[in-house]
């Protein structure tokens, strides 16, 4: 029988959930060697019912967290009856619900009075795991085993007893020592999860846990249905470009969506999106359902929990053999960095529905990854270079673009090296690390600022990859208002010579001395900008973040200093 | 030992502990006077001069006050309201936008409505000079003093008052900092100036640059203060040590708060932890938590042996990195506002009535239900007894309120949506224990709850039913904790120095160096202060981490440890550390472990007040009963008639058996049906789970 609903122990519940993710995410942060754990904060937490039904997340990187709960939905079919207190679970692999495959995720069942009720998870993208090149990125890679080490479900520990023969075997494939530390971080924060879990369940009793479960699911559906229903009922769609698989210049694909409203329901339907790419250009299922969520969550109330209510009344049709979900076994690690033509598309789509609730263009992702040897330390280095790949947001109405805020699947949640530490753990020397004036697009509202970034190369013999996109198209501007500017990363030679690398490339032998150039462009702006405040206009050119050519050409404002 | 007065300036009263030598403290307050708040000071000294018998003037009052202490806000309002000095920075060429970057976060992800802080200092007076060190503070560009010239022409047309000098690497080589600053001191010898190194001499530019910042934003506006205050108070015949209350707990004196006025930003509640460390040894406890519940806030924090210390904080979203108490505090109060989200959720706050318009039942105004008005339809507040009777509540204006926005909407009777916003109320609160004690990794039920504030004994066994905290102490000072605690503060000074080094192959030499160093700029600071050697400690911290690993852990030492290069000392201390916060160590396997930073934290040992003990008076609370009242009981979900107890009339031994309420003049003690209360030898309220007779015996037995 069903317990009776308590709606003050419901908020109680919802509360205690989030304390419990957030509780686990700041384990993680706290104890992960990898920078891009603990310093950009890669990684999502969360707690799922029996069945992999959401319960919360702590979403750190959104484009991670849409692939947790069907993971968990699938290690429930995997494992059936075998299912243990005290088990471990890893995987990664991106045909079974993975998103990414550096993104590796830890689930431990937890189990009250011998019966399972929950399980919490963490997943994380790991500084290396196996595959043709270190870190992952292989922009020559055709298929996934030149990716990465496969892990579909896998035990690592069964019953709390540790497997040593598959621990052994999974990080056997990996190269770097770091990656079992931070799984060990990942399974630490998992025990957190379920120690605080079971406090719960232990004060208010199983019945109640699983009423009040199902009435917080519907009381969140309820709300998203609320959200939804005030966008006008109809089928609108939208597109976005991808450019360059990383093997044919000059190629171009894109990303179709049709989003229909309907009955407090939404669809995102990329039924007519290009089919898959023959390089790592392409999306997974996860990845791909991920992007779509964190754009539309954007444009309804931020407040709103993260729970299996908030996805029911969200539909996805994302086809097979897509460059948004790959066929086995195509390459897929650059799938994550689809999200933001594919949030281009679906803001294109409902712009002209929901003006009041969209931005403008966001800056999209233009990543580098430099490894090599600190000779004064004597140890190799690997850099991702956080601060260079930063753009702006797009500007909505009524708000201006973020400032150096990141692609839109990160939202500002991936920071910078502190410069520091950046200098400590690298041998590169940083020039500058300043906001791009004029990368804004113009606009009433105008799109978030750029940055310019220039290092020294301080080592020998140093490679260098390159992963992303947003140099051949800017961020775009909405209402009239203006495009933002595009990435640019290029590299000059101590004789003087100047690379470009491709926005998907590997360049080796990169000397010492080297000068890094990268710009991060800008987001797109939003209304016409004859109509910026003067005041802010006078501000922004006093500041240097627009200059007053572009004050005058642009905004048709004379105030500017010369 | 003579008179000691503790004054903390707050929002909406100015609170006074006067403490005697002979006789038990007395507790004052008077409306705080915002725009100069050393008026309110100056007004409440009057008064309590006025109100002794017989009555006396303040200037022969205040030249029988040997010591003041004073905890003030006026550093944390110019900075949430912005009205700090006008300021610029010279910092190297290409990193003058970290400060405004913030590393690039945007704290709500899904929020595109949510927009940066504006920086302190605007991005044209923030100017790059050239001149470079490399990672080891060796030099690879000379410093352009022509730049710096530049900047210092560009600030005086400006106008601007307080200058901040931040270099890249400066942590390792301050040369250049010093060299800039030598200019700045010449042309501009009235703008107040901070130097990083001087400030904050380690390792991360952003912490760096913003603590520095902040500085010299509330530098001059403290100084103002302090001038002002320090010269009424010599006007009205005080000539005692006046001292200033720090966000570390401890106290400093005016000469160094004008130097480092930022150690004052975070400092409003920091004075509480330690005041609730000594009631806490009343019952023979080292460790406690400490609440504190006022109008529109809660702040929560944890005692072990003294205050737990955090490296860094924020103020307004602008990182503090100077050590600090670990106080947690989230929009939870008597003003919280109830509400119901769109998904049909209850929820309490962050919003709050504030003093103007208030809760409903205040009847100035306020039309939204608050958790004062829940309090009131709960019976756990007396409508004619409120602040000592001197404001009537309206209980149908709060039973109004309730039903229109929560009862109605949620489909249920006044008194069961009273309930649950004061249950909501308690588990916002109950997590906010829990940041300061199982994030941290310590476990909440092994410690006594140290309640304070006006609000807070209503709802602290809530709290505590909902963390199986067995023990709450509510002091009979509860609802100036501050005060009190700003008596028991000492002098505390903490130096921070970066020095990389592998853990199994330190340059131990250098190292002893640089202790013994940091120990004598400690010690010669508080010889300034007046405090002979005998009364100095100091206390060493190592910043430690397994290699490649980015965050810190602090790790206690031992001055004998550094003395005889004890490395498996240190060694173990921080395994054992990082077992304790993280639920794990990596002692087994031979992982290499980094040194970053020295800290030194010196203490100058004040004298405290001692409080008076009461004797003993037996158990029989009868004396101090009321009368009774109708209120609400959780577990039978009803009404019932309750015992109501008058807590000044309570005396040492005086047992009352929950559910009861106490009511005193500032504060109201709600004991629930789960609890029994017993007044100790300090006069205050020792609240303990039923049948956990021997969490108070001890402090009985003593008696008997």
């Not at chain 1, 025990?191 to 199983?206: A, F, I, S, W």
């Not at chain 2, 040590?241 to 150690?263: D, F, H, Y």
Request: charged residues 20%; glycine residues 10%.
């Amino acid at each position: 029988m069903m317990s009776q609903i308590d709606p003050i122990l419901l908020s109680v519940y919802a509360r205690t959930f989030k304390s419990i993710t957030d509780e686990m995410s700041m384990s993680v942060e706290q104890t992960a060697r990898s920078p891009i754990l603990c310093e950009a904060k890669d990684f999502v937490t969360g707690l799922y019912d029996a069945k992999g039904h959401m319960l919360e997340q702590k979403e750190n990187l959104p484009i991670l967290a849409f692939s947790l709960a069907p993971v968990c939905k699938y290690l429930v079919e995997y494992f059936g009856d075998d299912i243990h207190e005290g088990d471990v679970i890893f995987h990664n692999d991106v045909f079974s619900m993975g998103n990414q495959n550096n993104d590796v995720a830890v689930y431990k069942p937890i189990f009250f009075k011998g019966e399972l009720v929950a399980w919490s998870a963490v997943k994380g993208h790991q500084a290396d795991i196996g595959g043709n090149v270190a870190g992952g990125y292989n922009p020559r890679a055709t298929e996934v085993w030149q990716e990465a080490l496969r892990i579909p479900p896998v035990k690592v520990f069964d019953r709390g007893v540790i497997r040593k023969d598959v621990w052994d075997l999974i990080f056997a494939n990996i190269r770097l020592e770091i990656v079992q530390h931070d799984m060990r971080a990942q399974i630490g924060a998992c025990t957190v999860g379920e120690r605080r879990l079971l406090d719960l369940l232990n004060k208010y009793g199983l019945e109640s846990f699983e009423s009040h479960k199902l009435a917080l699911f519907d009381a969140t559906r309820k709300m998203m249905e609320a959200e939804i229903a005030t966008i006008p009922e109809g089928s609108y769609s939208g597109e976005g470009y991808v450019y360059f698989d990383g093997h044919n210049e000059g190629t171009k694909f894109t990303i179709r969506v049709t989003v229909t409203v309907k009955d407090k329901h939404i669809c995102f339907d990329y039924s007519d999106t290009d089919a898959q790419t023959n390089g790592f250009v392409n999306g997974t299922y996860t990845s791909s359902a991920s992007a779509s969520i964190l754009t539309f969550l954007q444009m309804v109330n931020p407040d709103i929990p993260h729970n299996e209510g908030m996805v029911g009344p969200i539909e996805m049709i994302i086809p097979e053999g897509t460059i948004l979900n790959a066929s086995y076994p195509k390459a897929t690690t650059f799938g994550n960095h689809l999200c933001p033509p594919n949030a281009d598309a679906i803001i294109r789509a409902l712009a002209p529905v929901i003006p009041d609730r969209v931005t403008a263009g966001w800056n999209n992702l233009l990543a580098s990854l430099t490894t090599g040897l600190d000779e004064d330390k004597g140890e190799d280095y690997v850099d991702i270079g956080f601060m260079g790949l930063k753009g702006g947001s797009g500007a909505m109405n009524g708000t201006d673009g973020y400032d150096h805020i990141g692609m839109i699947d990160a939202s500002g949640g991936i920071l910078d090296q502190d410069y520091e530490m950046f200098e400590q753990q690298t041998p590169h020397l940083l020039k500058k690390h300043e906001y791009l004036a004029d990368s804004a697009g113009a606009g009433q509202w105008r799109g978030g600022l750029g940055v310019e970034t220039e290092f020294i190369i301080g080592s020998e013999d140093t490679q260098l990859v390159t992963f992303g996109d947003g140099d051949f198209e800017p961020a775009f501007g909405l209402f009239g208002g203006g495009d933002g500017t595009l990435n640019i990363i290029s590299l000059t030679y101590p004789d003087g010579s100047e690379v470009v690398p491709n926005n998907k490339d590997l360049i080796i032998g990169v000397p010492r001395g080297t000068i890094y150039y990268q710009a991060a462009g800008g987001g797109g702006g939003y209304g016409d900008p004859a109509n910026r405040d003067r005041e802010t206009l006078t501000r922004e050119v006093r500041n240097g973040v627009i200059s007053s050519k572009a004050a005058k050409d642009l905004y048709g404002f004379e105030g500017g200093e010369s | 030992m003579g008179l000691k007065i503790g004054i903390d300036v707050g929002g909406t009263f100015t609170d006074f502990l006067v403490a005697w030598e002979d006789r038990e403290p007395e507790i004052f307050k008077v409306l705080s006077t915002s725009d100069n708040p050393s008026v309110g000071v100056i007004n409440g000294l009057s008064e309590i001069a006025e109100k002794q018998q017989p009555s006396m003037n303040l200037n022969t009052f205040l030249s029988s006050v040997e010591t003041i202490v004073h905890g003030t806000t006026v550093t944390t309002n110019a900075t949430l309201t912005r009205n700090g000095a006008r300021s610029g920075l010279i910092t190297t060429e290409g990193v003058r936008d970290a400060l405004e970057m913030r590393r690039g976060i945007r704290e709500e992800q899904y929020n595109n409505r949510y927009t940066n802080v504006e920086p302190l200092v605007s991005r044209y007076l923030r100017v790059g000079v050239k001149g470079r060190l490399r990672r080891d503070g060796a030099e690879v560009e000379a410093l352009s003093l022509a730049d710096v010239e530049k900047a210092i022409e560009l600030f005086k047309e400006e106008g601007v008052e307080a200058v901040s000098i931040c270099f890249m690497n400066a942590f390792a080589n301050a040369q250049h900092e010093h060299a800039a600053a030598e200019l700045v001191r010449e042309k501009m010898p009235a703008a107040y100036l901070t130097v990083s190194t001087d400030l904050l001499p380690s390792i991360r530019f952003y912490p760096r640059v913003s603590t520095t910042v902040l500085n010299s934003y509330i530098g001059p506006i403290l100084n103002d203060y302090l001038e002002q205050l320090t010269g009424r108070l010599s006007d009205n015949g005080f000539n005692g040590l006046l001292l200033i209350m720090q966000s570390n707990g401890g106290v400093m004196t005016p000469e160094v708060a004008r130097k480092t006025a930022a150690l004052t930003l975070l400092s409003g509640p920091a004075a509480g932890p330690g005041a609730g460390l000594v009631y806490a040894k009343a019952h023979g406890q080292d460790n406690c938590i400490v609440v504190d519940m006022g109008g529109t806030s809660f702040e929560a924090a944890l005692v072990t042996g003294s205050p737990v210390l955090v490296n860094e904080g924020l103020i307004d979203r602008h990182r503090i990195a100077l050590p600090m108490l670990a106080i947690h505090t989230i929009g939870a109060g008597g003003g919280s506002i109830g509400w119901i989200d769109e998904g049909g959720l209850l929820r309490m706050g962050p919003q709050s009535a504030g003093a103007v318009p208030g809760p409903a039942s205040y009847g100035q105004g306020g039309r939204l239900p608050a958790c004062t008005d829940a309090n009131l339809v709960l019976g756990f507040l007396n409508p004619d007894f409120f602040a000592g009777g001197t404001m009537k509540l309206d209980i149908e204006a709060a039973r109004a309120a309730i039903k229109e926005h929560i009862a109605d909407p949620m489909g249920m009777d006044v008194e069961t949506a009273a309930a649950g916003m004061y249950r909501v109320t308690c588990n916002n609160m109950a997590q906010g224990v829990r940041e300061v004690t199982i994030k941290r990794g310590f476990d909440p039920r092994e410690f006594p709850m140290v309640v304070a504030g006006g609000a807070g004994p209503i709802h602290s066994c809530m709290i505590c039913e909902e963390l199986q905290i067995p023990f709450q102490i509510v002091p009979r000072e509860s609802s100036i904790l501050c005060a009190v605690g700003m008596l028991m503060g000492d002098l505390k000074h903490d130096f921070v120095r970066t020095f990389f080094a592998r853990l199994d192959n330190i340059d131990w030499p250098a190292l002893q160096g640089l202790v013994t160093s940091m120990v004598d700029e400690g010690g010669a600071l508080l010889s300034e202060e007046s405090i002979p050697a005998e009364r100095q400690r100091f206390q060493v911290k190592l910043d430690c981490r397994y290699q490649k690993q980015y965050h810190e852990v602090s790790v206690v030492v031992e001055r004998e440890w550094i003395d005889h290069a004890d490395t498996a000392a240190v060694l173990a201390a921080f395994h054992a550390e990082h077992n304790r916060l993280y639920g794990y160590s990596l002692e087994d396997q031979d992982v290499p472990v980094d040194l970053i930073n020295v800290r030194l934290q010196a203490v100058g040992v004040t004298e405290k007040p001692d409080f008076r003990e009461q004797v003993y008076a037996g158990a029989d609370a009868s004396a101090a009963l009321k009368g009774e009242r109708d209120m609400y009981i959780f577990s039978e979900k009803a009404f019932k008639p309750v015992p109501v107890y008058d807590g000044h009339a309570m005396r040492f031994g005086n047992r009352v058996n929950g559910p009861a309420m106490i009511e005193q003049v500032t504060t109201a003690i709600l004991v629930s049906d789960n609890y029994d209360c017993v007044v100790d030898k300090f006069g205050s309220f020792a609240v303990f789970e039923k049948g956990r007779e021997e969490l108070v015996s001890s402090v009985l037995k003593e008696a008997e």
